[in-house]
């Protein structure tokens, strides 16, 4: 599918490699033809990455265009109802958290929700 090579916002921080195609699982869920890569360097990046991005946004391979993300792949396959997620990261003292693909918990707060519109970086 061809090969990527991505710098992140830490100096000297980055990961180069191959995109491939494959089957991502999550849970009990399997999201079909997934594009994945796999880094044969990095630098300054401690564990896997998942990106979850828009479509339009996401990266892509030289001469290639931009590939669904795993939140567009869960939707057209069916597995959720909206292209949405959600984290529940706890408080500092917690050692884990939740994501929740195609909603939110509205357990999690208390309050209104508000809606705020997104402005894509240039």
Do not use: C
């Not at 079909?32 to 564990?47: D, F, Q």
């Not at 339009?56 to 057209?76: F, G, L």
Request: glycine share 12%.
């Amino acid at each position: 599918m061809g090969a990527f090579n991505i710098s992140y916002v830490s100096p000297g921080s980055g990961v180069r490699g191959d995109y491939f195609l494959d089957n991502f699982v999550i849970g009990p869920v399997t999201v079909r033809n997934t594009t994945m890569a796999v880094a044969s360097y990095s630098a300054n990046v401690p564990m896997g990455i998942l990106g979850i991005d828009y479509n339009t946004r996401e990266s892509w391979a030289q001469r290639h265009a931009p590939y669904p993300s795993v939140i567009d792949n869960m939707y057209t396959q069916g597995l959720i109802g909206t292209r949405a997620y959600s984290l529940w990261l706890d408080d500092l003292g917690a050692s884990s958290g939740t994501i929740l693909f195609g909603g939110y918990d509205s357990a999690k707060w208390t309050g209104n929700m508000t809606v705020l519109p997104i402005q894509l970086d240039a």
